[in-house]
């Protein structure tokens, strides 16, 4: 009985995280990427300010219902298939934390009106980097997520 609701949750919360990613990968990413650095450092600041705490909370806490499912879920297919939806959202989760958001906080502290510091160094090739194996890494846990709903 609490199989089905736990089910829609983490299939809403993989769903969510996936699209929201996939967005700014297709849309936002290829922006930032033809735009003059000051111009970047100004919307890469404009467009950062309001994914914390949302976009964490919905990926951790789809996380933890994963987690919860990995017990409760009938069948060893269903068990595993949540448990490793879990670690791959885990995962995208943690490329956020150690590796896009130091990127962000950097670009955060810069002031585009002063000017670019000498030998700034353009973090968005990295930054888009992380950005796609974190993405591709939701996009598994979204589709074994729903492998888990079905069987």
């Known amino acids: 009985m609490l199989i089905e609701p736990l089910t829609v949750v983490a299939l809403l919360g993989s769903g969510t995280t996936t699209g929201v990613l996939f967005g700014v990968a297709v849309s936002v990413v290829p922006a930032l990427r033809d735009m003059t650095p000051d111009r970047y450092v100004e ?3 404009l467009l950062g300010r309001n994914w914390d705490p949302l976009m964490p909370i919905i990926v951790l806490g789809t996380t933890g219902v994963d987690v ?10 269903a068990r595993l298939s949540f448990g490793c939806a879990a670690a791959l959202l885990f995962a995208s989760s943690m490329v956020s934390h150690l ?9 955060k502290a810069l002031d585009p009106a002063a000017g670019l510091p000498p030998g700034w160094q353009d973090p968005r090739p990295a930054w888009s980097r992380w950005h796609r194996l974190r993405t591709a890494l939701a996009a598994a846990a979204f ?8 069987v």
């Open 43 to 45: 919307a890469h600041q």
């Open 68 to 77: 919860l499912l990995s017990f409760l879920a009938d069948g060893a297919v």
């Open 99 to 107: 590796l896009n958001v130091p990127i962000n906080r950097k670009v």
């Open 143 to 150: 589709a074994v997520t729903a492998l888990a709903a079905v």
